[in-house]
Each structure stands twice: as C-alpha cells, then as structure tokens.
C-alpha cells in the first residue's frame, strides 16, 4: 500500500496505525472481505451431498384421526325409529343390528313418541359406534346403544330425579289450556285434567266461563333443578259458575287408584267425554248439517274433534272391536260394542291399531287421527249409538254419578282430601292473562 525505505519502518507503523483506526479506512476493509465471506458462506450452503443417501429425509405431515360422525334426529308424526333411521346414511345391516340390539332393552312399537330424539354417531366406514335415544314421556330413563367387542349392546339408564309436590291455582280467561300455559305448565297437565279426572265430569267445551278457577296439587319430577316430567296429579278442584268438581287420588281398598269427588263418589263415568286428547270441536251433533263436500244438507250424528295427524285416539268405553277397517264415507273406522245396546264409532283414521273381535278397555289406542274417507283434513268423527239411535256424544255423561267408595274408607278419605286441600290453601300462584269478554268460553 506505501512504500518506505527500511530505516523509515518506525514511520510506516505510525502511519498504518493512523490508517487503520480512521472509519474510512475499516469500511474499505470490510467491503475488500465481503466477496469472500459470500463465496464461502455459499459453499457451505450449496455444497452437494457426496450421495443421495445423505440428503436428510423430508417431514412427512402429521396424519389426523378423522371425526366420528353425529347426527341428531327427531321423530316427526307418525314416524318410527326404523323409519327414521331408513333416511340416514346406513346400510340395511347396519340398521338391522341396531334393531337387534334395541328390542331386549326398549318396545319400539308402544315405548317411542313423536318429538322423541336420537343420537346416531357413525365412525368413518359409516358403521354404528353409539346410538342414544330421549324419549318425552320418560327422559330420566334414556335408551344406550354402544359398540361393545365388535357388537351393539342396548341398555336403559336411569337418570336420578327430585319429586316435589307444588300447588297452583290459575283463572280462566278464555279456555282451560291458555289458563295452565300463562301458569307455566305445559300440554301434558291440561290432558290431565280435562281427560283423566274430569273428562266424564266436566264438558270443557260448554261448561268453562270467565273467572273460573282451578286448583291443583301435584308431583313434579326435576333434575339438577331442571323440569323433566309431571308425576301424580293429588288433586283438582274445579270452582266455577256453572260447575264446580273436586277431584281427589285415592286407592279404594286393594283396586286401582281412582279420583273421587268431595262426599267420595267416583269420578270414573260409563263414556270419558273426549276419545283423544281435546283441542276443540269444528263440527257438533246436529240433526241437519250442510256437509262441506257434498255440498247438501245432511244428519251429523256425531261430533268432529280438531286434531293433528297422528293423534292418539282411544276407546271411550270397554267392549269388544266388532268392525277394524275401511267403511266407506269414513274411511278407516273402528266400531266398538259396549254391551248394554251401546255401540261407538271412530271415522277417517290414518291408521288402525286394533282387529275385529279384540277387548278393549277404556282408553286402549284404536288408531291414529287421519283425513280417510269424506274429509276435508285430519279429525276425529265420534259417534255413539244406543239400541241403534244415535245419541250426542256430549250428552252420554249428564247426571249420572260414579260409584262411591268403601264406607270403611271414608273416613281415610277426608283426612286425605282435606290434607291436600290445605296444601292447595297455601298457594300463592295465582295465573291470569287478557282474554275475550266475559260469558260462555268457546
């Protein structure tokens, strides 16, 4: 870089030290090392591998188990498990071990309910792995299906509840199922009252008026707090201005338990008022009727309760099924003698649940609410019959009274029925809600 005679060597130390310590003099330096310092950073990187068996061997991604498959369902109208589970995603094998595994543990016929809801989960193959089943009418008592070994095993749980027994009172404004819907209760408590204890009692579609009141006493079943499912109804009590009824259970000696009135006759009827569970009456008894597919005037000797498809309808009365089948005009028809001159008809059924010459006792299922035959849409045409003339079905009740209890047991009776009359006292629930003016409810 300079050139200096050797006697001048402690001169040129001097100046090089000088040099170097400028910072033009280490930014030259530095630049003169970079092209070196590239080629050999670049051959470290670049330099081939003496074989391909050197080369390091790629990462191969992280293989994910796949999801198993859920799939919750609902049974709609009409519907049934085998049914419903024909639309989903499985083989008929698949279906029919689900089937086998079912039946030891659960009726498929009698034990499933519209509204009922499944669980299906389904493993990649779309093979059954669980199956779990909520049924409506008894939800602390879920069905379980799991793949066990290589096959399905079924088995019923029994889910831990609370019982309570509440009281409540309610007004009636308008009808008998808005009064216990503005209470909080539901459906299921209004079929109750108007079919199982006063439906030989009480016609609750002439018989309600504005301002009436109903008083009842009953269990409750709960789960982490939580509402499942009504247990037994104590008590009624019907306070009204045109009928008043007391409704009490009570076991009369060794028998079933039955409802018994305030002085213990039986509330229990030859006929119950209502052959499914009511929600009106579109057409009444009537001697002359203009028939709205005929289009002429025609006797209606029988009265046509408003129902969905599907409804349950049952057997007003015990006797023997003499006609399960097509008739005409009312499409699928049940007929049932009653014995005694009497005889009843249920007309346009979707479906048939019994056969000619079966007993019956009152409420066994007949059949299912249709449109069959001379229909405008799904109802229950009811008649009854005596020595065959046809009487008003809501007349088959009027004035009779039920058999009263045991002597021996009355007694037991009203300390029983003033016990739960007490509890009824200390009800502070008191449901009221806007309706039509005052006078007959509709």
């Known amino acids: 870089m300079f050139l200096f005679p050797a006697e ?31 080629v050999l950073r670049l051959g470290v990187i670049w330099q081939p591998a003496s074989s391909p068996a050197d080369l390091p061997a790629p990462l191969e991604p992280l293989a994910l188990a796949p999801e198993p498959q859920r799939l919750t369902r609902t049974l709609g109208a009409d519907d049934s498990i085998y049914q419903s589970l024909k639309r989903q995603p499985l083989e008929e094998s698949q279906i029919a ?31 059954v792995q669980r199956f779990e089943y909520l049924s409506q009418r008894e939800p602390e008592r879920p069905l379980v299906v799991e793949r066990q070994v290589g096959r399905l095993v079924g088995r019923r749980e029994l889910l831990p509840l609370e019982k309570r027994t509440e009281a409540i009172e309610v007004r009636i404004i308008d009808n008998l199922s808005n009064a216990l819907a503005d209470a909080g ?58 009928v008043s009824q007391l409704g009490v259970s009570f076991q009369n000696g060794a028998g079933p338990k039955h409802y018994y009135d305030a002085q213990g006759n039986s509330l229990n009827r030859r006929f119950i008022n209502y052959p499914l569970p ?23 000797l029988g009265t046509d309760y408003a129902a969905g ?35 009843s008809r249920y007309g346009h059924l979707s479906r048939v649940s019994v056969r000619q010459g079966q007993r019956v006792d009152q409420k066994t299922p007949v059949g299912l609410v249709g449109a069959t035959g001379l229909a405008t849409g799904p ?40 016990q739960l009359l007490g509890l009824l006292a200390g009800s502070t629930h008191l449901a009221v809600h806007a309706g039509p003016a005052a006078g007959a409810v509709e």
């Open 379 to 418: 109802h229950l045409h009811y008649e009854l019959i005596k020595n065959g003339r046809h009487l008003n079905p809501e007349r088959a009740n009027r004035d009779l009274q039920g058999e009263p209890l045991q002597k021996t047991l009355l007694a037991q009776y009203a300390a029983h029925r003033d």
């Open 278 to 300: 009511f929600r009106g009456i579109t057409s009444r008894f009537n001697t002359s009727r203009f028939h709205p597919i005929l289009k002429k005037s025609r006797p209606h």
């Open 309 to 343: 498809h599907g409804t349950m309808v049952w057997a007003t009365a015990s006797g023997r099924v003499v006609h399960a089948g097509w008739s005409g005009g009312y499409g699928n028809m049940v007929e049932i003698d009653h014995g005694n001159g009497y005889r």
């Open 97 to 127: 071990e689900l089937i086998r595994a079912i039946t030891p543990v659960f009726n498929l016929r009698s034990d499933s309910r519209p509204l009922d809801r499944y669980t299906l989960t389904l493993d990649p193959e779309g093979v």
């Open 8 to 38: 001048d060597e402690p001169l040129r130390q001097r100046l090089m030290r000088r040099f170097f310590r400028s910072s033009s003099a280490r930014f030259w330096l530095l630049a003169s090392c970079l092209p070196a310092l590239t």
């Open 185 to 242: 209760e539901g459906a299921e408590l209004t079929d109750r009252i108007a079919d199982e204890i006063f439906g030989s009692a009480i016609d609750f579609t002439q018989d309600l008026r504005r301002g009436d009141r109903l008083g009842i006493v009953c269990e409750k079943y709960y789960q982490n707090g939580r509402f499942i499912r009504y247990g037994e109804v104590l008590l009624a009590r019907y306070t009204g201005e045109k």
